[in-house]
């Protein structure tokens, strides 16, 4: 069984940055597709940031492009935020999917999910 944890939420002021973090367990990170996916207040979920299980392609939501980067090392996935907006206030989940391409934006395409982290950004 694949656990995923996130960590690193926070308040920050709109312009800053942070970085939020989710350690993988139960599978070797090296086989599982992941991606950020956040949800703001009264909104859907939506595909932030993906990264396949290669690590060799990462993928990003046109909203994030130049101000995000997800990346990964051996047993923990990134996500680098920058440049942030109140827009960007959400609580952010980290989602694993056996081999994925890191490209899947659908959140059924995601088999295991966390239990999120909350980022906001004040104005």
Do not use: H
Request: charged share 20%; glycine share 14%; net charge positive.
């Amino acid at each position: 069984q694949v656990q995923v944890v996130e960590s690193g939420g926070g308040l920050v002021q709109a312009g800053g940055s942070l970085r939020v973090s989710c350690a993988a367990s139960g599978r070797t990170l090296s086989t599982l597709g992941m991606a950020w996916v956040r949800r703001g207040a009264g909104k859907e979920r939506e595909f932030v940031a993906g990264i396949g299980w290669s690590g060799a392609n990462t993928y990003y939501a046109d909203s994030v492009k130049g101000r995000f980067t997800i990346s990964r090392d051996r047993n923990t996935v990134y996500l680098q935020v920058n440049s942030l907006k109140p827009e960007d206030t959400a609580v952010y989940y980290c989602a694993a999917r056996p081999w994925g391409s890191g490209k899947e934006v659908g959140v059924s395409d995601y088999d295991y999910w966390g239990q999120g982290t909350q980022v906001t950004v004040s104005s």
